[in-house]
């Protein structure tokens, strides 16, 4: 662990590494970035370097929206703080290290947008109460090459699920990827082919929220950027294809005691009151977690009935159509599977919502209700999620502990990125009820997520 930035100077010139490239994620899911000099670390790290408080409200066509430190702050800056833990050499650009940035205000306070922090308190609410959440982000992604001018998958054979090897990585782009992320140190332990053609993902060890969160974002940058330099494209939207299924981002979260305790499992295989909390207050704010875990247009074209993606607002034991299933492992590994996320989202807001709602159930001691069995999407016993952008949206809006907890200035800038999506889809698009994937999503939507 370095202890101030000429210890990092020192550290990283020893490894033959001349550049850190500085990263952070945006509201939308985003990787910016900045690379540094090695040999300027101190004076160019030491209060800085700034960013424009704008890149909160810039879209991925580059229009520049109104909000937090935008026009109406005179475009003012915001100033990054180099994470010294989070500092990693990247094994496929010798001389380079990503390092991760928290986001603060010129006077030092918090910035009330990043996603890093927002993250950081809701974990802090946690530890008022002498409970550590912990976290194993579970992601699916495409692997996708140019022909003749258009992103197509790289592999079409079906029913290769659970499947590696040259059937399913003929050039060996996957076992490289793997190579790379190891090497990078992000925990990640396991890869395969997943359901549909092309499709793959790759596992990470769970470990304590921020941390968690961390490596997700590492390792949703790595994978774009480790096949850019292949020739190919790693994409996490969650439908690219008609054709095929969608991609999803499967979130497994409990909590321990502050010593470390385990308090989701009674030692007896069932769930803790505490747990069942827990799912209840998911439950009760299902609705607008939707509008988080799902954040862009095309994410709503992989929802629905019959889909294998969550349809109610419901939870069962090892079900894979709930909202949450809780999956059969008992004792240490006894956890709550939320299943509503879609590849696109950013891994911090994913997290956070879904922790903040797991708080409400425990704070208030909400009740759990039944649980559902079986093919659940026909079990009109609990209530359908919302299915549009729009509704989401609305019932974020309207979820006043949401907005209290993650925060109004947060909520705004979201809100205002992503009705403007919405408005902007509505007018390009003939039919914008349309199931079908448009040229406008790939067009939005298939390089930068």
């Given at each position: ?240 294809w008609n054709d095929e299924g969608g991609s999803g981002f499967h979130l497994h ?86 299943r509503i996320g879609d590849g696109a989202a950013n891994p911090y807001l994913v ?99």
């Open positions: 662990m370095y202890t101030d930035l000429a210890d990092v100077r020192r550290g990283l010139s020893t490894q033959g590494v001349d550049m850190l490239r500085l990263i952070f994620p945006d509201v939308i899911g985003m990787t910016r970035s900045k690379d540094i000099m090695v040999s300027q670390l101190e004076r160019a790290a030491g209060h800085g370097p700034a960013f424009c408080q704008a890149t909160w409200m810039t879209t991925t066509r580059g229009d520049v929206l109104d909000g937090h430190g935008s026009f109406q702050d005179g475009l003012s800056d915001m100033v990054s703080h180099l994470d010294l833990g989070s500092i990693r050499p990247i094994p496929w650009v010798p001389g380079v290290a990503y390092g991760i940035a928290d986001i603060h205000e010129p006077d030092g306070s918090e910035n009330e947008i990043a996603p890093r922090s927002l993250l950081r308190r809701i974990v802090a609410k946690y530890a008022e109460l002498g409970l550590t959440p912990l976290v194993g982000p579970e992601l699916e992604f495409y692997i996708a090459e140019n022909r003749e001018g258009q992103w197509q998958r790289w592999l079409n054979k079906t029913g290769r699920v659970y499947m590696t090897g040259s059937q399913v990585d003929p050039d060996g782009t996957f076992l490289h990827l793997m190579r790379m992320i190891d090497q990078l140190g992000i925990g990640a332990f396991a890869g395969n082919h997943e359901f549909c053609p092309s499709q793959f993902e790759i596992n990470l060890w769970h470990g304590e929220a921020l941390d968690a969160a961390d490596r997700c974002f590492l390792l949703k940058s790595a994978v774009k950027d480790i096949l850019a330099q292949r020739g190919k494209l790693g994409t996490f939207i969650g439908k690219p979260f409990s909590v321990t005691s502050a010593q470390g305790d385990l308090v989701m499992d009674d030692g007896a295989g069932e769930l803790t009151k505490l747990a069942k909390h827990m799912i209840a207050g998911v439950l009760e704010h299902a609705p607008a977690m939707v509008a988080l875990c799902n954040p862009t247009i095309n994410a709503y074209k992989r929802l629905g009935p019959d889909t294998m993606a969550p349809y109610r607002a419901n939870w069962g034991y090892d079900n894979r159509t709930t909202f949450i299933r809780i999956p059969p492992e008992v004792g240490p590994g006894s956890r709550i599977e939320v997290i956070a919502v879904a922790l903040a709602a797991a708080l409400d159930g425990i704070v208030r001691e909400l009740e759990c209700p039944p649980h559902s069995t079986g093919w659940t999407y026909q079990d009109e016993s609990r209530p359908v999620l919302p299915m549009t952008f729009t509704d989401s949206l609305n019932a974020l809006r309207a979820d006043s502990f949401l907005v209290n907890l993650l925060g109004e200035p947060f909520v705004s800038a979201y809100e205002t990125m992503k009705r403007d999506e919405i408005k902007r889809y509505e007018e390009a698009v003939e039919d914008p009820t349309t199931r079908e994937v448009t040229q406008w999503e790939l067009d939005e939507y298939l390089l930068d997520f």
